[in-house]
């Protein structure tokens, strides 16, 4: 057992940032809600996935809907309230702690917040080990936990209590009720025991995250190279390096798919990149190879600062580092391919781990 | 004849020209920045008025490029008691105003802050309705403790109406009290927009007395008939009776007047300016005459804000850089004599080999005494112009983002130790009078609109939604001063909301425009 404190806020903001390749929105505004719960309610207790009772029941909390809609219309931090009270009725449990489904972008911050009001632990896990646009895109489903009994509360008060047939069920009637409620919402979703957790959950998540926002914050504080420091501490591999030339973007279904083309500098000149992205980054091309693709890590880093660049955040000119990062062993199973691999966001490619994929490469 | 008067406040050098209708320079001068900024001012308007020798009568247009907005909130001084209101309850309770800021910063603006109810969805309906009696008693609690009020409301950029009918019952209520609407001054994104409304709304008693002492001086040498403008940090102008509502928007204006300036004097729309002072060297680009925007989030004073500055890199090497051995390589910096040149650099008589030594050594520049580089072998030389060269060119190289070669445009003090020919670049132009690049951008800069707007394309096609921005972004330019003939788009970018069904894109557009005549 350890405890989050203001400075590991800061640090796993830049790290959920990073696991977020591309997506998950901003952490910025979960973060001032992380810190501003803290500091009004004292640290919080962050709990090894071994410490909880297998009775114990978790839940996870999260925000769904658009990020830009949450920087601009942010929570009034009830929300959270209502809607464990509410599962909580139903399922006529306490709750014995809280848990993140993803490790990328504000979602990484929404559940320390919620742990500090709420005084509850924060398990060290969580169900991506980076960030996905579906609900159904978590290991918690890979294991055939539900998403449901799920509890979908706005700022003003309204709260939804959803019990669906299955999560892909789950995943359109709450994508549509987070519009009418104006487009970002807190939930509460896929409550589970202490057992599932140990067996579906992504360990040590939270710790990790911290672990490469400090490589970052330190080497720049030490005016060491804070891309190498990335590298170093995520065991990734630098793909390309290179400056933003064009970026597309098109909306379908409620999510951004686009383009973006990147020319080669420093060891790179003379080479291009593209990556593909649907919110989350899916695919990197070298040079008309493909060298990395979903649930593989993909991710977009300032080249100077090393400080994460959502796809939102693309724009021409910028210099970035494009990392790749192999994703935990759990999606790459049959089941977790079929849920989150390239064939599921519409390409007509097999996985093949990245690091396969850059040695058969050379 | 109808003259133009330009004036820069720089780090170091307050600088100012005088530009006939055709905008071809008449005068410059370069005076030291003074602590106070004003009295540097009107000492370069004095200088440049002397050296022009033409009737002050005959300025019919004068901008000032000024730091006291930037140097108020760094040093924390002079700054109003601000009353801060936010509607949008029960939402954004999660993170009250000021989070995150310096604690002295906040103490000085006073933390007086309300969470009433009102604000928008994306989509325009009411998040809670407007309470006019929650603003009234505000209103008499606010009555002679604050001098100046920020209204926030939660979706403002798409309906502005809550923070609009607050801001009636304040004056109402209260009399005349500067009041900051946050839809005026930033795009979606509260918090940021937030802060940069409370650091407006702080600035009114400084950008007023600003304002004031610079019509003052102008009038007390004689410039009684130019219209006066205040320049913005993106290059285009507000008069100065809108520009006192606005100081926010004049921060760090410096760097983009010399880009504009620089682009101006070259007469290149779009190509990339090298700047080489003594110690640092910046590469920006151009296009369609503008700086490039940098996409990072911008803190000034400690407060994170959304506004764009220039994308610049930032590399060391400058006219004062100093050049040695090291076991069999040559080393360039990153130390540099700086300031110290005349003194230490071999030219001048001192003892440390300089970029500048190197760029007399081998016949390229003619400065201080020749004889005095002899010594340095000339494979010596020629192979630290190499790495110099190199240097530029890889910065460069990240600036640039499409393969053919643009033109290069050489300004700064420094500029004589880049020779020869670069990779990517189809020319190197050296403009005249680039020193004072800065002063010439505020001179001939243009006003400009804006707009930041979210739209839904389930009733309209993406090119229907560009069309109607860009038509308001061009009204609000000429409504801002531009001559209607002459707006043109300069900058536009549409981005769909992710994670969210319906289509919804924001869509930004900027447009500007010359000065009516």
Redesign the interface.
């Known amino acids: 057992m350890s405890y989050i404190d203001a400075q590991m806020v800061e640090d796993i903001a830049i790290g959920a940032a990073f696991l977020g390749t591309g997506g998950g929105g901003d952490p910025y505004v979960g973060k001032l809600m992380a810190l501003q719960a803290i500091e009004k309610h004292g640290p919080v207790k962050l709990l090894d996935v071994e410490e909880i009772p297998d009775d114990a029941q978790i839940v996870p909390a999260a925000m769904m809907g658009a990020p830009t809609v949450l920087v601009e219309k942010v929570p009034s931090g009830e929300e959270v309230f209502r809607a464990f009270n509410i599962l909580k009725d139903y399922l006529g449990t306490e709750i014995y702690a809280t848990i993140p489904i993803e490790a990328g972008g504000v979602n990484s911050m929404i559940p320390i917040a919620v742990a500090a009001t709420q005084g509850l632990p924060l398990v060290n896990a969580d169900g991506m080990g980076r960030a996905f646009p579906e609900l159904q895109m978590v290991t918690y489903h890979l294991y055939g936990v539900s998403a449901t009994p799920m509890v979908i509360a706005d700022e003003k008060g309204n709260t939804m209590l959803l019990k669906t047939v299955n999560n892909f069920w789950t995943e359109n009637l709450a994508r549509n009720a987070t519009v009418v409620m104006g487009g970002s919402v807190m939930i509460a979703i896929y409550p589970m025991t202490g057992k599932d957790i140990k067996k579906a959950g992504i360990r040590n998540i939270v710790t990790y995250s911290a672990e490469i926002g400090k490589a970052i914050r330190l080497a720049r504080q030490n005016d060491q190279n804070p891309v190498a420091a990335l590298i170093r501490v995520t065991g990734g591999y630098p793909l390309f390096k290179g400056k933003i030339g064009d970026v597309m973007r098109r909306t379908t279904g409620g999510f951004v798919r686009g383009q973006a083309h990147i020319e080669g500098i420093d060891d790179h000149r003379g080479s291009k990149m593209e990556l593909h992205f649907q919110n989350e980054n899916l695919i990197a091309k070298r040079d008309d190879q493909i060298i990395a693709t979903v649930p593989d890590l993909i991710c977009t880093v300032d080249a100077e600062t090393a400080i994460p660049i959502t796809t939102e955040g693309l724009r021409y000119g910028q210099r970035v580092v494009v990392v790749g990062i192999p994703c935990n062993e759990k999606w790459r199973t049959h089941k977790g391919i079929e849920t989150v691999g390239p064939h599921y966001f519409g390409y007509d490619l097999d996985y093949i781990p990245v690091e396969k994929r850059i040695k058969d490469g050379c | 004849m109808a003259y133009r008067m330009g004036i820069d406040v720089g780090g170091t050098n307050t600088d100012a020209v005088i530009v006939d209708e055709n905008l071809k320079l008449v005068a410059e001068v370069k005076t030291p920045t003074t602590l106070d900024v004003s009295s540097g001012i009107y000492t370069a308007l004095r200088s440049v008025l002397e050296e022009a020798a033409i009737p002050p009568k005959e300025i019919k247009y004068a901008m000032l490029g000024t730091t006291h907005a930037t140097n108020a909130i760094v040093e924390r001084k002079r700054l109003c008691r601000v009353a801060v209101i936010r509607l ?9 105003p000021t ?2 800021w310096p604690e002295d910063l906040k103490e000085a603006i006073g933390g007086n802050y309300y969470l009433v109810s009102g ?1 928008h ?3 325009g ?1 009411e ?2 309705p407007f309470n006019e009696d929650e603003i009234r008693e505000i209103a008499k609690e606010l009555k002679g403790k604050v001098e100046s009020i920020a209204i926030i409301s ?2 403002s950029p798409i309906t502005a109406e809550h923070e609009q009918r607050a801001g009636e019952i304040l004056k109402s209520e209260m009399g005349e009290i500067p009041i900051t609407y946050s839809h005026e001054i930033g795009s ?4 940021e927009r937030e802060n940069a409304t409370i650091l407006n709304a702080a600035l009114i008693n400084i950008a007023q007395n600003t304002a004031q002492g610079f019509v003052n001086a102008l009038n007390k040498e004689g410039v009684t008939e130019a219209k006066v403008y205040i320049c913005q940090n993106d290059g285009t102008l507000m008069a100065v009776d809108y520009a006192v509502h606005y100081p926010i928007l004049t921060i760090a204006c410096g760097p983009t007047n010399s880009i504009r300036g620089a682009s101006f004097l070259s007469r290149v729309e779009n190509g990339i300016v090298l700047d080489v002072g003594g110690t640092t060297s910046d590469v920006g ?1 151009i296009t369609q005459s503008f700086p ?1 925007e940098s ?2 989030a911008v803190e000034i004073g400690g407060v ?1 804000t959304n506004f764009r500055m220039p ?1 610049l ?1 930032s590399i060391g090497l400058g006219g004062g850089t100093i050049i040695r051995k090291d076991g069999q390589e040559i080393k360039v910096g990153p130390d540099s004599v700086g300031y110290r040149l005349t003194e230490e650099a071999l030219v001048f008589g001192g003892k440390t080999v300089t970029t500048t030594d190197i760029a007399v050594r081998l016949g390229l520049a003619d400065i201080g005494d020749k004889e005095k580089v002899n010594n340095i072998p000339l494979e010596f030389a020629q192979c630290a112009q190499e790495k110099i060269m190199s240097m530029v060119e ?1 910065a460069i ?7 053919d070669p643009l033109p290069l445009i050489l300004v700064g003090g420094g500029g004589i130790i880049i020779n020869g020919t670069l990779s990517g670049v189809s020319e190197v132009l050296r403009p005249e009078n680039f020193g004072v690049a800065n002063a010439l951008g505020a001179a001939i800069a243009q006003v400009s609109g804006e707009v930041d707007k979210i739209y839904s ?1 389930t009733d309209m096609t993406r090119d229907q939604a560009l069309d109607d921005a860009r038509k308001l972004a061009k009204e609000n330019a000429v409504r801002a001063g531009a001559n209607p003939d002459t707006v043109t788009i300069v900058q536009q970018e ?13 869509i930004r557009v900027k447009a500007a425009g010359s000065l009516k005549k």
């Open positions: 949008g309850k029960p939402a954004t309770q999660s993170i009250e989070t995150g604000g969805e994306f989509d309906r998040i809670s939660v979706f979606i994104g509260l918090l680009v490039r996409s990072l994170r994308d890199v890889e190289d990240k600036m640039k983002v499409s393969k394309l549409d981005v769909p909301l992710a994670y969210l069904p319906g289509n919804a894109t924001r």
